[in-house]
C-alpha cells in the first residue's frame, strides 16, 4: 500500500537566460519582447526534469511518503532521464511506456527572478484509462492533465470517491479557465484544493479577493489553499482562515514553487498536521525550491522542514 499516488506530467525543463531583452510595461504585467529576425546570444541555459505529476512525487518521497507516480512515459532520451530521476528518489513508476517524447519546456527569464514557459505536453495528454492499473493508495494528487488524460483522471477521481479514499486537485490556468461546472468533478468533496490566486479567479470568474475566493470554494472541498507569490499564501478548512507571509530570500528561479508548496501542504496534512502547520511545512519546501534551478533540487526532508521551523519559532 503506497501513502499516496501524484497523476500527472513528466517534462525536461530548460532555463533559458538571455544577454538581451526588452520589456513592455503594461497596467497589470510585464511583456517580454524579442526582436523579430534578430539573433540573440544566451547568457546561462539549465536543464532538469519537471512536469507536475513528477515534481511532486519527488517531492513527498522526499518527505517521506511512499509514492507512486502515474503518467506516460515515451522511449526516447527525455523519457530515460525522467525516468532514472524518479528512481533516483524512489518513486514507484505506475504509468505505460509508450512510442513518442514526453513533455517539453522552454523557460525564458522575466523581471525579477519571474518566468514565461513554453510548454510542448508531449504524451503527457495520452493517458487512457486501460493505461491505469489498480491504484493502490489512501491519497491521491491529481495535478493539471489534458486531452485524453483529462477524461481518464476523471474516472480515477469516481474510483475514489467510490472506495472513499482521499484526494488532493491543484488545477492549471488551462484548466482553470474552463470553470467550476466543467471542474466539479475533480473539486466536489476534495479534501485539498490547491490554487493560485489567478487561478482562483478564473475558475470562479470573478475578481475576488482572496478571502472571498476561499470562502466560495470551500464551499466544495474540504480545505482550499491560495497562494499569490510574493504575498504569501491563505488556506481555509471551513473554520478559519490561516495565512502566511514570504521571508526575505534570495530568488534565484520560481518555476516549481508551486509543486514544491502543493506537496509540502498535502503532506502535512496526511501526516496529521493542523491545517496552519501544514501552510508552513508547505512554505519552507518553496522556499527552498526557489533559491535554486529546478523544480527537484534542493527538496527537503521531513526532518529538515521540522528543524527549520523549529529554529524560527526559537528566533521569536
Request: hydrophobic share 35%.
Amino acid at each position: 500500500m503506497l501513502d499516496i499516488i501524484t497523476i500527472g506530467s513528466s517534462t525536461v525543463d530548460v532555463f533559458v537566460e538571455t544577454k538581451q531583452k526588452h520589456y513592455l510595461n503594461k497596467k497589470t504585467h510585464h511583456d517580454i519582447c524579442y526582436i523579430i529576425g534578430s539573433k540573440i546570444l544566451i547568457k546561462n541555459l539549465h536543464f532538469s526534469t519537471g512536469g507536475g505529476g513528477t515534481n511532486t512525487a519527488a517531492s513527498f518521497s522526499k518527505l517521506g511518503l511512499k509514492t507512486g507516480w502515474l503518467g506516460v512515459l515515451g522511449k526516447d532520451h527525455n523519457s530515460k532521464l525522467a525516468e532514472e530521476e524518479l528512481k533516483k528518489y524512489k518513486v514507484k513508476i505506475l504509468g505505460p511506456k509508450k512510442q513518442g517524447m514526453i513533455g517539453y519546456s522552454v523557460i525564458l527569464f522575466g523581471l525579477q527572478k519571474d518566468r514565461t514557459i513554453l510548454t510542448y505536453k508531449g504524451l503527457s495528454n495520452t493517458l487512457l484509462p486501460k493505461n491505469v492499473p489498480k491504484l493502490n493508495a489512501n491519497w491521491h494528487y491529481i495535478s493539471s492533465m489534458l486531452g485524453q488524460s483529462f477524461n481518464t483522471t476523471k474516472k480515477i477521481i469516481q474510483q475514489i470517491k467510490k472506495e472513499k479514499k482521499h484526494w488532493a486537485f491543484n488545477p492549471s490556468t488551462y484548466l482553470a479557465k474552463q470553470g467550476l461546472k466543467k471542474l466539479m468533478p475533480f473539486i466536489k468533496n476534495c479534501d485539498v484544493l490547491i490554487l493560485n490566486k489567478e487561478e482562483a479567479q478564473l475558475l470562479t470568474k470573478t475578481n475576488n479577493n482572496t478571502n472571498q475566493l476561499l470562502n466560495k470554494l470551500q464551499k466544495y472541498a474540504k480545505i482550499v489553499a491560495i497562494t499569490e507569490g510574493k504575498k504569501g499564501a491563505s488556506i481555509y478548512d471551513g473554520i478559519k482562515i490561516h495565512s502566511i507571509k514570504c521571508h526575505n530570500i534570495k530568488i534565484i528561479e520560481t518555476t516549481g514553487a508551486g509543486d514544491a508548496f502543493a506537496s509540502g501542504l498535502v503532506a502535512g496534512i496526511i501526516k496529521g498536521e493542523t491545517v496552519q502547520n501544514a501552510l508552513k511545512i508547505a512554505q519552507a519546501q518553496s522556499e527552498s525550491v526557489i533559491q535554486h534551478f529546478g523544480a527537484k533540487n534542493k527538496l527537503l526532508t521531513w526532518k529538515q522542514i521540522k528543524q527549520k521551523l523549529k529554529q524560527k519559532t526559537h528566533k521569536k
